[in-house]
């Protein structure tokens, strides 16, 4: 595991060993590196800062997300079965005009 190794060593202090890791970026540091908000862990404010408006950006963009997911579904699958009653009418049409037409006569129409 040489990749551990690498990890376990602070990003700034290549003699120390890390004892955590930036939450948004995943840096190893040592324990005078942490820059430690609201209770996570960052290597930097900026990566406090760019978590932050992750989580507040995550949640509003799920719901309306899934809802245009499931509104695309379902205005392609009305788009499907129109399309599909168009071909089945066309094909109807072209290839059993003559069984189309005897159905008409036994209806009276
Ligand atoms: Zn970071
Ligand atoms: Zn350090």
């Not at 990749?3 to 376990?8: A, P």
């Not at 120390?16 to 190893?28: E, L, N, Y």
């Not at 009418?89 to 129409?109: D, E, R, S, T």
């Amino acid at each position: 595991m040489v990749k551990d190794t690498d990890m376990s060593i602070c990003v700034n202090h290549t003699n120390r060993a890390a004892t955590a890791r930036c939450v948004t970026c995943h840096k190893p540091l040592c324990a005078e590196c942490i820059v430690k908000v609201k209770g996570s862990t960052y290597c930097s404010q900026t990566c406090a800062d760019n978590a932050a408006r992750f989580n507040a950006g995550f949640r509003p963009e799920r719901g309306p997300g899934l809802f245009a997911s499931i509104k695309n579904l379902i205005v392609s699958l009305v788009g499907l079965a129109i399309g599909l009653a168009v071909l089945v009418g066309i094909g109807a049409y072209v290839l059993n005009i003559g069984f189309c037409q005897k159905i008409i006569k036994m209806l009276g129409l």
